[in-house]
């Protein structure tokens, strides 16, 4: 008996923590398993918090030249031709005014922020701690921040953790931004309703799938809305509980091929 068709036409997997292992590699499982579904006739579509300055040398290295979502959905971002299809802006006022309530109500906050380009900077001020191996450009003026346009701000807090930091955030000012965690010490501003869905929903677009033939890869609270749109959502064993929580499936972790056992498993090799 041949193996039943691949059921979905689109693949949608998050980075970090989901595609990603550890060392910021692929492993050839889920290499294989990604190029045998895209070989059935499925899309792989690669959603990220990151902004396209800081995953186009991960695309570039995994040899990956279709559509991208970056920068929590900001971005829509053709990788074999290294050039944005669309981009979604913060309003710097608005962030501004949120930044300074938000600091009202729980204290100065560490910031840095994410340019808007295929070449944008991301900017850190004192005290923020940016993830290890990723570009970004010291400022000791933050007031730097403001004079470009802008996807994004990181905020980290002395005292709070992430998900206390979100949780005030989005109590003090979710009327005016929206607020992601997206990753161990990555706490996020966004414009108000922009997601890792709006972004997707662009990008299936163009490739004319629709939610219903999309299954979706990921492991943090950011990931909650791309599930969400989505016919099927699959936490891995690492991700946040509250992605779990709204989870269709939890597969084994990012370093155990998780994405790799549930392909397999629809492709009817495993």
Known sequence: MSPAPFPYKLVATDLDGTLLRGDDTVSERTREALAAATAAGAAHIIVTGRAVPWTRHVLDDLGYKGIAVCGQG???????????????????????????????????????????????????????????GLPALYLEDTAAVWTAPLNKLYIQHPELDDDQLVKVARVTVGSLVDVVMAGPGIVEILPLGLTKATGLSLAARRLGVKAAETIAFGDMPNDIPMFGWAARGVAMANAHPELKAVADEVTTSNEEDGIAVVLERLMGAA
Not at 84 to 93: A, F, G, H, K
Not at 98 to 103: G, P, R
Not at 113 to 127: C, N
């Open 74 to 132: 900001a971005q829509v971002y053709d990788a074999g031709a290294h050039r944005l299809l669309t981009s979604v802006t913060l309003d710097r006022q608005l962030a501004g005014l949120a930044l300074s309530k938000l600091e009202a109500e729980v204290g100065p906050l560490a910031l840095a922020a994410s340019r808007d380009g295929v070449d944008g900077e991301v900017l850190f001020g004192p005290g923020y701690q940016v993830q290890e």
